[in-house]
């Protein structure tokens, strides 16, 4: 089957012939059914749906790509894939690039991850904010296990996976600051990552710095008593792109929300990118200052949920492939993947944990997996049927029941309509969680855990007597563990 007009004449305008036989149209179709198959529909929909086949005059396999981004993408991600299908595919074995819209040279699809190393090594690179000396050490671009590759798409993050690779593929921030927020192993760190290191990957490189907050906080204080913060502040307004995670510690902390804030604004006015990621959505955050407030939900703001069943399962499956690399002799049974997707609803970390555990237990000691040696791994890490509770979960129950926000039980406030709901939070932290008394009050806006005592010893009073806050806390204790 021939080519589309449009493809046709596309491809004419590029410098390529089309194949009229059908054959290159045929194995096109059997190669982008099984690069469905690995990299699931959502990222196959992104990224390799868009992809068109043609022959160079040459006699090569040339497929296009709509935009250089595309192009390199695709190019690192499934490059080496790519050739290796279509090599099994097709007889004639003919040479495979890649090319992207309006390109009048054909570059071959090899995956460029060796380039980067190599020009890190001549360059000076991008130092990062000591925790001694304020100074600098070594770059914290992305972890190379966290790549937009090894990211599964669903419905959860879908938006914020779209918005990192539109981010980086734009010439200019067309968002500034992005903002991801969600609960804890949801994904946040594994997107900054990756992002990051495309960013430092990508056709037109960008200096892109990585730090968690303790890593900004840590330096900023240490910058400052040892009376030197100018080093600090080259460090991190001296890149295209600076990215902060867990941006919630620093929330209550002044001089660092000011050190913070106007870092944000020195790298937004010279039209530098700036990514951030908390636990908590920015309109939420216990911050001082309302200009930064403002500035953080000024930009855009990516929610990423827990995944779903299916994105689970993409999770879990995305796992053992990487798992096989150090141990061939890995076999996970269709019916064991299914069984733990179907259990683990946690997150991401909990499926992960759970393999290490189940690839101890057998790939290890060269037994096979077998659904015994998973409901040992179950039992032991007490993750059988239960979901585990957090303080946010509670936090955000509280809160509904009781028509406040979780900003409101976490704040200063000393109302009745907030002191009820956040002594009745603090009961079920406590009751509900394995968390200590300090991490509690930490989590309360930073209070003392002798605020925490003081709040189960008076929800405990009251339900001693009778109060209606019994009822309460029983609606409550179902819905939280229903």
Same mark, same amino acid.
């Given at each position: 089957?021939?080519? #589309?007009?449009?493809?046709?004449?596309?491809?004419?305008?590029?410098?390529?012939?089309?194949?009229?036989?059908?054959?290159?149209?045929?194995?096109?179709?059997?190669?982008?059914?099984?690069?469905?198959?690995?990299?699931?529909?959502?990222?196959?929909?992104?990224?390799?749906?868009?992809?068109?086949?043609?022959?160079?005059? $040459?006699?090569? /396999?040339?497929? &296009?790509?709509?935009?250089?981004?595309?192009?390199?993408?695709?190019?690192?991600?499934?490059?080496?894939?790519?050739?290796?299908?279509?090599?099994?595919?097709?007889? %004639?074995?003919?040479?495979?690039?890649?090319?992207?819209?309006?390109?009048?040279?054909?570059?071959?699809?090899?995956?460029?991850?060796?380039? !980067?190393?190599?020009? *890190?090594?001549?360059? !000076?690179?991008?130092?990062?904010?000591?925790?001694?000396?304020?100074?600098?050490?070594?770059?914290?671009?992305?972890?190379?296990?966290?790549?937009?590759?090894?990211?599964?798409?669903?419905?959860? #993050?879908? &938006?914020?996976?779209?918005?990192?690779?539109?981010?980086?593929?734009?010439?200019?921030?067309?968002?500034?600051? &992005?903002?991801?927020?969600?609960?804890?192993?949801?994904?946040?760190?594994?997107?900054?990552?990756?992002?990051?290191?495309?960013?430092?990957?990508?056709?037109?490189?960008?200096?892109?710095?990585?730090?968690?907050?303790?890593?900004? *906080?840590?330096?900023?204080?240490?910058?400052?008593?040892?009376?030197?913060?100018?080093?600090?502040?080259?460090?991190?307004?001296?890149?295209?792109?600076? *990215?902060?995670?867990?941006? =919630?510690?620093?929330?209550?902390?002044?001089?660092?929300?000011?050190?913070?804030?106007?870092?944000?604004?020195?790298?937004?006015?010279?039209?530098?990118?700036? &990514?951030?990621?908390?636990?908590?959505?920015?309109?939420?955050?216990?911050?001082?200052?309302?200009?930064?407030?403002?500035?953080?939900?000024?930009?855009?703001?990516?929610?990423?949920?827990?995944?779903?069943?299916?994105?689970?399962?993409?999770?879990?499956?995305?796992?053992?492939?990487?798992?096989?690399?150090?141990?061939?002799?890995?076999?996970?049974?269709?019916?064991?993947?299914?069984?733990?997707?179907?259990?683990? %609803?946690?997150?991401?970390?909990?499926?992960?944990? /759970?393999?290490?555990?189940?690839?101890?237990?057998?790939?290890?000691?060269?037994?096979?997996?077998?659904?015994?040696?998973?409901?040992?791994?179950?039992?032991?890490?007490?993750?059988?049927?239960?979901?585990?509770?957090?303080?946010?979960?509670?936090?955000?129950? /509280?809160?509904? =029941?009781?028509?406040?926000?979780?900003?409101?039980?976490?704040?200063?406030?000393?109302?009745?309509?907030?002191?009820? !709901?956040?002594?009745?939070?603090?009961?079920?932290?406590? %009751?509900?969680?394995?968390? $200590?008394?300090?991490?509690?009050?930490?989590?309360?806006?930073?209070?003392? =855990?002798? %605020?925490?005592?003081?709040?189960?010893?008076?929800?405990?009073?009251?339900?001693?007597?009778?109060?209606? /806050?019994?009822?309460?806390?029983?609606?409550?204790?179902?819905?939280?563990?229903?």
């Amino acid at each position: 089957m021939a080519l #589309n007009k449009l493809a046709v004449a596309e491809a004419k305008t590029a410098g390529f012939e089309v194949d009229g036989t059908g054959g290159i149209s045929a194995i096109w179709r059997q190669v982008r059914s099984r690069l469905r198959d690995e990299c699931g529909q959502a990222l196959y929909s992104q990224e390799i749906a868009r992809l068109r086949v043609s022959v160079s005059e $040459s006699g090569a /396999v040339v497929i &296009v790509a709509p935009s250089q981004f595309n192009r390199d993408w695709v190019e690192d991600h499934w490059g080496a894939r790519i050739r290796a299908i279509w090599s099994e595919l097709d007889a %004639t074995h003919r040479a495979v690039h890649l090319v992207d819209e309006g390109s009048s040279e054909a570059q071959p699809v090899v995956a460029r991850r060796a380039e !980067p190393a190599a020009r *890190l090594a001549a360059e !000076p690179p991008v130092k990062e904010a000591q925790t001694t000396s304020g100074s600098a050490a070594d770059p914290a671009i992305g972890e190379t296990r966290f790549t937009f590759d090894s990211f599964r798409v669903g419905p959860a #993050n879908e &938006v914020a996976a779209a918005a990192a690779r539109t981010v980086v593929g734009a010439q200019t921030p067309p968002f500034n600051p &992005v903002f991801f927020y969600g609960d804890y192993g949801v994904g946040k760190t594994h997107l900054m990552h990756a992002m990051a290191s495309a960013f430092e990957h990508t056709s037109r490189p960008r200096k892109a710095l990585y730090l968690t907050a303790e890593e900004f *906080l840590s330096g900023f204080v240490t910058a400052m008593r040892a009376r030197d913060t100018i080093a600090f502040k080259e460090t991190v307004r001296g890149v295209d792109v600076l *990215l902060i995670d867990d941006v =919630h510690f620093i929330a209550g902390k002044l001089k660092t929300e000011d050190e913070l804030l106007n870092t944000i604004a020195a790298l937004i006015a010279e039209n530098k990118q700036v &990514v951030l990621a908390s636990h908590r959505p920015p309109a939420e955050l216990q911050v001082s200052d309302d200009r930064l407030r403002s500035l953080l939900t000024g930009g855009l703001s990516c929610p990423l949920g827990k995944p779903d069943l299916d994105l689970r399962r993409q999770i879990l499956d995305c796992k053992i492939a990487q798992a096989k690399c150090h141990y061939p002799v890995l076999d996970v049974p269709e019916a064991v993947r299914d069984f733990l997707a179907a259990r683990i %609803t946690t997150g991401p970390r909990e499926l992960e944990g /759970v393999l290490n555990n189940v690839i101890c237990r057998t790939a290890l000691l060269g037994l096979p997996v077998t659904m015994e040696a998973v409901s040992t791994a179950l039992r032991e890490l007490s993750l059988n049927s239960e979901r585990r509770l957090t303080v946010d979960d509670i936090q955000k129950a /509280v809160a509904s =029941h009781y028509g406040v926000t979780p900003a409101d039980i976490c704040s200063k406030r000393r109302t009745q309509s907030v002191v009820r !709901p956040r002594h009745v939070a603090m009961y079920l932290a406590k %009751t509900m969680t394995t968390r $200590s008394l300090p991490d509690i009050g930490r989590r309360f806006g930073g209070r003392d =855990h002798s %605020t925490v005592i003081h709040a189960v010893n008076k929800v405990t009073a009251l339900l001693e007597a009778g109060d209606p /806050v019994g009822d309460d806390i029983d609606r409550l204790t179902r819905e939280l563990q229903g």
